[in-house]
């Protein structure tokens, strides 16, 4: 078993608080799990736990996607923590995913209820608007990053540096028959993640790459996914400019999709 530094521990809250930010303001996705694991695994000089950790919850949380006032489980700290108990506790990366979740819900809860309470600002962001004030618009943005970025940073050092021989405690307290069930749950999370995000992009005309993705993956021998990857982007490049080519073939294809809120999304 590993412990966190303090200047580790700084560096995960400076990492959470970038990230964070990010992920509120949905800018340049960098908080997605396995940027976030690769990240927290390059912070406590264990690239590769933190590449599985992020890998396996990234698939986990392949399908969430916030939706206007409606929050999905905290992708930052589920990314985060899941290396940072991998890396601690010595326990397996699809055990420290359903270990991790707490942690996740408990960002959760608090954007929610910043997402309730910051409507106390909506009052005098009106005024701004209509007095076309945009120093005083920038400055609300601002106070609420703020706020939510030091939240990150707060929950972040205490869960990784204050708390981290209580984790440790409870891990080793813990049964082998609870451990295992959060093994198995671990490994089953990202299956159900991977069925969400088809559920959304899981279209007829899509069935046929889906097919040869399946049995490329399966009946092949590849020593890694690589040859997959590339041979998904060969064939998304053909279905791009097959549509550029035919612009009535697109036209249809959007119209097909509606208004794109089917799914809820």
Same mark, same amino acid.
């Given at each position: 078993?590993?412990?966190i530094?303090?200047t580790?521990?700084l560096?995960?809250?400076?990492? =959470?608080?970038?990230? $964070?930010?990010d992920?509120?303001l949905?800018?340049?996705f !960098?908080?997605?799990? %396995?940027i976030v #694991? ?7 000089g264990?690239?590769?736990?933190g590449?599985i950790a992020?890998?396996?919850t990234?698939?986990?949380f ?11 489980p905290?992708?930052v ?9 991998a ?16 942690f996740s ?9 910043y ?6 600002f ?9 007095? =076309?004030?945009?120093k $005083?618009?920038?400055k609300?943005n601002?106070i609420?990053? !703020?706020?939510?970025a %030091?939240?990150y #940073?707060?929950v ?21 028959w ?9 490994g ?9 995000l088809l ?6 005309e899509?069935?046929?790459y889906?097919?040869?993705?399946f ?6 021998p ?19 400019f097959?549509?550029?080519e035919?612009p =009535?073939?697109y ?15």
């Amino acid at each position: 078993m590993e412990s966190i530094t303090l200047t580790q521990a700084l560096l995960l809250t400076l990492m =959470a608080i970038i990230v $964070g930010i990010d992920f509120w303001l949905e800018a340049f996705f !960098l908080f997605r799990p %396995i940027i976030v #694991g690769t990240l927290t695994g390059l912070i406590l000089g264990d690239v590769h736990t933190g590449l599985i950790a992020g890998g396996l919850t990234e698939l986990a949380f392949a399908g969430l996607t916030p939706a206007g006032g409606t929050q999905p489980p905290n992708p930052v700290l589920a990314g985060l923590m899941t290396t940072v108990i991998a890396f601690t506790t010595g326990t397996d990366p699809k055990t420290a995913i359903g270990l991790a979740l707490p942690f996740s819900f408990l960002m959760q809860y608090i954007l929610l209820f910043y997402y309730s309470s910051f409507s106390l600002f909506m009052a005098r962001a009106d005024k701004y608007a209509e007095e =076309a004030n945009v120093k $005083g618009l920038v400055k609300i943005n601002v106070i609420t990053t !703020l706020i939510v970025a %030091i939240s990150y #940073g707060i929950v972040v050092f205490l869960s990784v540096y204050v708390a981290q021989d209580l984790m440790k405690t409870i891990v080793q307290s813990m049964p082998a028959w609870l451990a295992h069930g959060f093994e198995v749950a671990g490994g089953i999370l990202p299956a159900v993640g991977f069925g969400m995000l088809l559920r959304v992009m899981m279209k007829a005309e899509y069935i046929p790459y889906f097919i040869i993705g399946f049995f490329i993956a399966t009946f092949l021998p590849f020593s890694n996914l690589l040859p997959v990857a590339v041979i998904g982007v060969a064939l998304a490049l053909y279905e791009y400019f097959r549509t550029k080519e035919h612009p =009535a073939l697109y036209n249809n294809v959007i119209a097909s999709k509606g208004d794109g809120y089917d799914d809820g999304i």
